[in-house]
């Protein structure tokens, strides 16, 4: 077994260097030499730790991932039809600004370029893949909206920030559920698929992962807008919101919450820790916002003290986080559980160091710690 860290940040350098010990040629994570938001979500955990530790290691893993698909031109080759293309996109701007170099530059305006060629609902939301038609998905607000922010931000495209506010009140407007508080995983304007509900259009469960992409999407939204931006309080108050609805669905007794967020009682549901993660990281997100209080902070503790208590340890002292949900689509409440679970899946792996990055500088603020303890 391996010892076990004394803090977040700590737990987030082990799962880090857990998996550069698996992986030690970066293009060889999974799915190997391929851009792909897996390793981007990974490497977008990576990089936040490198933010707070500045350890060149980790910038140099992640400029080797990069480095190994983009070349010296700019080129790389991404699937062209799917929001999912987009989200690894976000690993080029920490580059371009270190090093100059224009093929990060020119890689980003390819992936921004993208974004114009999608199919889009009739309200002109983003189908999530041309393989679903028609359909918008939780998922991609963080897989293309966080990158647009950046992108405006930095190559000064003020206009792609409506885009992206309109792309989330789309999903508000159609897959909120005003009695829980919480979103659908996808919503279907042509009402086609089995699973789309016939007046609404909405999928029929609230599946954690993307919840989890939502309120990352949110919170690092809130961090990317200007304070003057047009819809950004409104943006504010439905984080919050749904800041609320995730602390009432949390399981009290492990910290975390369930594959079907609203079903606990269910005895075939189970406890997902992706979903988890990315909870624990809004959560901690909203209360150094200024949105959430003292439940949210407890709720954060709670969810992060949940996540290291699952985590097992390879026969080299290697951490592996268990129990993460494979891709999935949407569908029924059978789909959701019968779902595969895996180990250090890096959808899960990266979550897992966003949510002990933010805890770290959650609770090493100099205000009054008593609303992040128990």
């Not at 509900?197 to 919170?219: I, M, V």
């Not at 909203?286 to 949940?306: F, I, K, N, S």
């Not at 959808?347 to 160091?353: L, M, P």
Request: glycine content about 8%.
């Amino acid at each position: 077994m391996g010892q076990r860290p004394d803090s977040p940040i700590a737990w987030a350098k082990k799962a880090c260097d857990s998996m550069m010990d698996i992986y030690q040629d970066a293009g060889t994570l999974p799915p190997a030499h391929r851009w792909h938001y897996h390793q981007g979500v990974f490497l977008c955990g990576m990089e936040q730790l490198w933010e707070v530790v500045q350890e060149e290691k980790y910038i140099q893993y992640i400029q080797q991932y990069v480095d190994d698909l983009v070349d010296e031109q700019g080129n790389l080759m991404f699937a062209r039809d799917e929001l999912d293309a987009v989200q690894a996109g976000l690993l080029l701007f920490p580059l371009y600004e270190r090093t100059g170099k224009s093929k990060y530059r020119i890689a980003a305006e390819k992936l921004r370029y993208l974004l114009l060629t999608l199919n889009r609902t009739s309200e002109g939301g983003y189908w999530h893949k041309d393989k679903y038609p028609y359909q918008m998905w939780l998922d991609g607000l963080y897989m293309a909206g966080v990158f647009s922010l950046k992108y405006a931000n930095a190559f000064g495209e003020s206009g792609l920030r409506a885009e992206v506010l309109h792309q989330e009140k789309l999903m508000r407007k159609h897959m909120l559920d005003a009695k829980s508080g919480l979103l659908y995983h996808a919503w279907d304007e042509s009402r086609r698929m089995p699973w789309a509900n016939p007046e609404t259009g909405c999928s029929p469960e609230f599946w954690s992962r993307s919840l989890g992409w939502y309120g990352l999407a949110l919170a690092q939204f809130l961090d990317l807008l200007p304070a003057d931006e047009p819809g950004r309080a409104e943006l504010a108050r439905a984080f919050s919101s749904f800041v609320d609805a995730l602390i009432r669905y949390q399981d009290q007794e492990s910290g975390l919450w369930y594959q079907v967020v609203d079903k606990g009682d269910r005895p075939d549901n189970w406890l997902e820790t992706s979903g988890s993660c990315l909870f624990v990281y809004t959560l901690a997100k909203a209360v150094q916002q200024g949105l959430a209080g003292e439940d949210a902070g407890r709720a954060a503790l709670r969810g992060y003290e949940g996540l290291t208590q699952v985590v097992e340890w390879d026969d080299k002292g290697r951490l592996v986080l268990p129990d993460i949900c494979i891709g999935t689509s949407a569908g029924d409440y059978d789909h959701y559980v019968a779902r595969p679970k895996v180990k250090n899946d890096l959808h899960g792996v990266g979550a897992f160091v966003m949510a002990c990055t933010q805890m770290e500088m959650l609770l090493s603020r100099k205000e009054d710690p008593a609303d992040v303890h128990l």
